[in-house]
């Protein structure tokens, strides 16, 4: 409950100083004009996705991305119909982080992390010619050292 109150109070804060530095006109063609854009955002989501969809069958992007895209764009899309600066800037930052998922791109959580991905395809294409397949038998080599 205070997040939602302090997110309010700076919202407030942050539309007033802006709203007095650039007038009430432009305050009124930016907030349209975000919500505008927002509702575009919803609108074309299907798109949206169905190209990420596309991307994780290519393998381009992992389901992890696929998730934070879809999640990043429609929590940007949705900061941006709500009114006011703080918010507005948070679905731009949301939307950019989106486009940064789009482009391939992860942000890794240690240096020392694998990605099972590539593990398994280098698994699967590397090492099968370098086999050698052995089978002891244990049991006969005992049979003959008892007899």
């Known amino acids: 409950m205070i997040y939602v109150l302090l997110f309010l109070i700076l919202e407030l804060f942050l ?6 530095n650039i007038g ?12 505008m854009i927002g509702m575009g955002l ?4 299907h798109t949206t996705i169905r190209g ?4 994780l ?3 381009k992007i992992n389901m992890k991305s696929f998730h934070d895209s ?8 949705i900061l941006l119909i709500v009114p006011g600066v703080f918010s507005d800037i948070l679905g731009l930052i ?11 791109g992860t942000i890794p959580r240690s240096k020392n992390k694998t990605n099972i991905n590539n593990l398994n395809k280098h698994s699967n294409n590397q090492g099968d010619d370098d086999v050698i397949d052995v089978e002891i038998i244990e049991s006969s080599s005992r049979n003959n050292i008892n007899n």
Do not use: H
Request: aromatic share 18%; hydrophobic share 50%; proline share 0%.
């Open 15 to 20: 539309s007033l100083e802006v709203g007095s």
């Open 24 to 35: 009430f006109l432009w305050s009124v063609i930016w907030i349209v004009g975000s919500f």
């Open 42 to 45: 919803v609108k074309n989501a």
């Open 52 to 55: 990420n969809m596309q991307s």
């Open 57 to 59: 069958k290519e393998g």
């Open 70 to 77: 879809a999640t990043s764009y429609f929590l940007g899309a």
């Open 94 to 104: 949301a939307l950019l982080y989106t486009f940064y998922l789009q482009l391939g």
